[in-house]
Nanobody
């Protein structure tokens, strides 16, 4: 079992920045690939970014590539999402997910554990 708690969400202006954190507890954090997803009202949960177990490999959705950066600190059991150049269309609840597979996974249904989410609102 892995428990995760997201933080760092809030209100930002267009072009601004926010840094999300996802703190994990329970089984060994470094055994899990981590992903960030987001869900806007009335829409499905969509993939944002992925980082592998060691932190040496990352992958991004086209919509955020070049603006967002995912990273992790296994000593602190935490994964981060640095969000720059924010746009109104980035407004959503952001979730971190954990999966025990050793491959890139972008489908939400294949993640085993989730945090409760943190709201990000970008004003125009």
């Amino acid at each position: 079992q892995v428990q995760m708690v997201e933080s760092g969400g809030g209100l930002a202006q267009t072009g601004g920045s926010l840094r999300l954190s996802c703190a994990a507890s329970g089984r060994s954090f470094s055994n899990y690939g981590m992903g960030w997803f987001r869900q806007a009202p009335g829409k499905e949960r969509e993939f944002v970014a992925y980082i592998n177990r060691s932190g040496g490999s990352t992958y991004y959705a086209d919509s955020v590539r070049g603006r967002f950066t995912i990273s992790r600190d296994n000593a602190k059991n935490t994964v981060y999402l640095q969000m720059n150049s924010l746009k109104p269309e980035d407004t959503a609840v952001y979730y971190c997910g954990a999966n025990s597979r050793r491959v890139l996974i972008t489908q939400a249904a294949q993640y085993e554990y989730w945090g409760q989410g943190t709201q990000v609102t970008v004003s125009s």
